[in-house]
């Protein structure tokens, strides 16, 4: 599943994925890295899908632009809550290498390395 968020969406938008059995989802988030906390709390919303089993990945939306989760507080809470960012990957990289990454493996930790290895020039780690 891919998501891209919008100004105002509505997070239980999220709360449907758990019983359609998606087991992945990316999610463009806003410029590098933002999401909204404040009224409107998506981190609570995409840890409740990490509970429930789904591997949530994040990108930005930005065609020229490096997710950075790391910057802003409400993205280090959700790498802390074990949200997997993907850089400078395009949101069409991270949709089709989770549906290989998954195939792969159900193991979150599994999940995370190989959604953060470099195969094909397909994303840059910073060191």
Do not use: H
Not at 1 to 17: T, V
Not at 21 to 41: C, K, P
Not at 106 to 118: F, I, L, S, T
Request: proline share 4%; glycine share 8%.
């Amino acid at each position: 599943m891919l998501i891209k968020l919008i100004p105002g969406l509505n997070p239980q938008l999220f709360d449907c994925l758990i019983p359609l059995g998606i087991r992945g989802v990316v999610v463009e988030a806003f410029g590098i890295g933002g999401l909204s906390f404040i009224r409107r709390d998506l981190t609570a919303k995409l840890e409740l899908l990490m509970n429930a089993g789904v591997t949530v990945v994040v990108c930005s939306q930005c065609l020229y632009e490096n997710s950075d989760f790391s910057k802003y507080e409400v993205g280090q809470k959700a790498i802390r809550k074990g949200v997997i960012q993907v850089y400078d990957m395009t949101s069409e990289a991270a949709v089709t290498k989770l549906m290989w990454a998954l195939g792969q493996s159900n193991d979150p930790a599994k999940v995370k390395e190989r959604m953060q290895q470099n195969l094909v020039n397909d994303i840059r780690v910073p060191v």
